[in-house]
């Protein structure tokens, strides 16, 4: 298993800022509560799950299997 950013220096550099915004909770999400706080617990809880791959939420990082 392996985490890793967004190929896409791009989307990787505007997630950035809007988590510098947001105080270090996902951008993309309403709510400022403590599973949305990056890396979020959708995310962690994805991870953990060995037949997922893909993105998180706000697509900043990749898991792969």
């Known amino acids: ?3 890793r950013l967004n190929s896409d220096p791009e989307v990787v ?4 800022e809007g988590l510098q915004r947001t105080g270090g909770y996902c951008p993309c999400r309403l709510q400022r509560t403590p599973e949305n706080k990056c890396m979020c617990k959708e995310f962690k809880e994805q991870i953990a799950d ?6 998180c ?4 990082y990749y898991k792969e299997k």
Do not use: A, D, T, W
Not at 13 to 16: L, V
Not at 50 to 55: N, R
């Open 50 to 55: 060995p037949s997922f791959e893909g993105y």
């Open 1 to 3: 298993m392996k985490v």
């Open 13 to 16: 550099q505007s997630i950035r």
């Open 57 to 60: 939420h706000c697509r900043l």
